[in-house]
């Protein structure tokens, strides 16, 4: 900028931190910069694949996944563990990434849970009266059987962000997770979406997704 090489409709702007407005013409030695354009893409991710843009361990990250979808640097919205499958958001939309991952804004997850054992009905009882962990006090805001199958798997929605947090639930109470697979994020579902595939969202999609943060 001190070099004169950036205007602003066609003003030569040198002054650092100078503020642009959306509708204004940015130049850099005359080539006019455009705004990246936001993207939102939703993956169903498959086990074995860690939520990282790289590892140097070179075990497969979830950015394989994805490389055909943009040609823009979309980064994972929070992670899913190496051998957790579902829905992961991808964006290049730094604002609406810090939202979704805050706690306050509390965005609602549902788990698909199959567990080593049956889940006995007092240990259910207690997850929905809530929790004490290592890290305070964890309440769902529900959990229970799922219809057709055999008390081994549960559904649970939550809101809670902490890591390993449905694992940790179950482990406390002395079950090992064999499966674990988050079919809803912020109301957004696998619907028509196979495992190890991804989709970009419609725009009422990214419409709804602000309404949840808002």
Do not use: C
């Not at 006019?32 to 497969?60: A, C, S």
């Not at 992670?79 to 810090?98: I, S």
């Not at 449905?166 to 674990?180: C, D, M, N, P, S």
């Not at 079919?183 to 602000?210: C, F, M, S, Y």
């Amino acid at each position: 900028m001190a070099a004169g090489s950036v205007t602003v409709n066609g003003k030569v702007v040198s002054e650092m931190g100078y503020k642009v407005d959306l509708t204004d013409e940015v130049r850099f030695d005359g080539r006019l910069l455009q705004r990246e354009k936001k993207e939102y893409v939703l993956l169903n991710k498959p086990k074995n694949f860690i939520t990282t843009t790289k590892d140097e361990k070179g075990r497969r990250t979830v950015m394989e996944l994805i490389t055909r979808a943009s040609a823009s640097r979309l980064l994972p919205v929070g992670r899913l563990d190496r051998n957790t499958t579902g829905l992961l958001l991808f964006t290049n939309d730094g604002d609406l990434a810090k939202k979704l991952t805050h706690p306050k804004h509390g965005v609602r997850k549902i788990y698909h849970v199959e567990l080593d054992a049956n889940l006995k009905a007092g240990d259910l009882s207690q997850i929905r009266k809530g929790l004490e962990l290592d890290d305070g006090l964890i309440e769902v805001d529900e959990v229970s059987y799922i219809d057709g199958t055999s008390k081994r798997e549960v559904g649970i929605q939550l809101h809670s962000g902490r890591n390993r947090i449905v694992r940790r639930i179950f482990e406390h109470l002395g079950y090992q997770v064999v499966k674990l697979d988050r079919v809803v994020l912020a109301g957004l579902t696998k619907k028509d979406l196979p495992r190890g595939h991804w989709r970009h969202l419609t725009p009422q999609e990214v419409i709804n997704l602000g309404m949840t943060i808002s």
